[in-house]
């Protein structure tokens, strides 16, 4: 089966009136609050059936603020309310709401689809959507299928030890608290897709006899707004959106040997450590 994402609205609502805008916002948050509320519950009824489950309980604890911040948020959306709407790599929504960033991403990765279509409904009960989203001219997105799978994140607790996001393919991201939990989550999802885009694309490049020469090889950031990734000294390179990797150097200096064994098509296992600080906006810490 087939879905649209947010995302292809998004991109017809740029250029229109700003109270579309802010109704997408307002549902979106909504909707994120309502989501986010039920993983603190679902956290809390795992909690009760395990001995030693306050992992779980910090969980839903940090859920359950995180679903608060959405709630006041989208109270406080009205119809002149600044919103910017935008997409990620990874496919979410992106909306700047009076100034603050919010990324439309259900807190279970395989409940993303269903997440976003319930956005979409609440929206087209409002709006004339079949002048925004023209089934013939939309490119559709697959939503199930091993490329789904490989850009999902698992997130994992323990009593002792920080929270744990990990990907389906070997990396892990290890973080030392609950702090910024949002924020944590996004940059996770976003670095999961970014490195996903980057092995792929590598790979490709391997097929067609392109050689990496991993000493040489670096992300760096172009004029236009793209990313350059030099493969060797020989002038091959690749031209991709990878926002996330291209101010995180010291991460793609520590994924490399992951990137090596994807492109090669092995299974390499890698723990990020102290991800709080690698995954950070410079000068912004998350741990």
């Known amino acids: 089966m087939t879905l649209y994402r947010l995302n292809d609205l998004a991109a017809r609502l740029t250029a229109e009136p700003l109270p579309l805008r802010t109704d997408l916002a307002r549902i979106t948050l909504e909707e994120l609050a309502a989501a986010y509320s039920e993983e603190a519950l679902r ?58 960033p919010v990324i439309a991403s259900s807190p279970r990765v395989h409940e993303q689809a269903a997440f976003e279509q319930q956005i979409l409904a609440r929206f087209c009960e409002l709006n004339r959507c ?31 030890a920080g929270p744990v996001c990990a990907s389906g393919d070997g990396l892990e991201f290890q973080f030392l608290n609950m702090d910024n939990l949002g924020p944590k989550r996004d940059a996770c999802a976003r670095a999961v897709a970014e490195l996903n885009l980057l092995a792929d694309s ?22 236009d707004g793209e990313e350059q990734v030099l493969l060797n000294g020989s002038g091959d390179y690749l031209r991709l959106r990878l926002p996330l990797l291209v101010a995180r150097q010291e991460l793609v200096g520590l994924v490399r040997p992951w990137l090596a064994a994807q492109v090669n098509g092995r299974h390499y296992a890698l723990v990020v450590l102290n991800a709080g600080r690698v995954l950070a906006p410079a000068g912004r810490p998350l741990d």
């Open 43 to 100: 956290a809390r009824r795992d909690a009760r059936g395990h001995a030693d489950a306050s992992g779980l309980w910090r969980w839903a604890a940090a859920v359950e603020k995180l679903a608060a911040d959405y709630r006041r948020l989208a109270a406080d959306v009205l119809p002149d309310t600044p919103v910017e709407v935008s997409a990620g790599p990874e496919g979410n929504l992106y909306l700047i709401v009076a100034g603050k």
């Open 130 to 160: 079949a002048d925004l989203l023209d089934a013939t001219s939309t490119d559709a997105i697959p939503v199930s299928g091993p490329e789904a799978d490989r850009a999902a994140v698992q997130w994992s607790f323990s009593q002792h």
């Open 202 to 223: 590598l790979a490709r490049e391997v097929a067609g006899g392109i050689r990496i020469d991993w000493d040489l090889f670096v992300i760096q950031h172009l004029p």
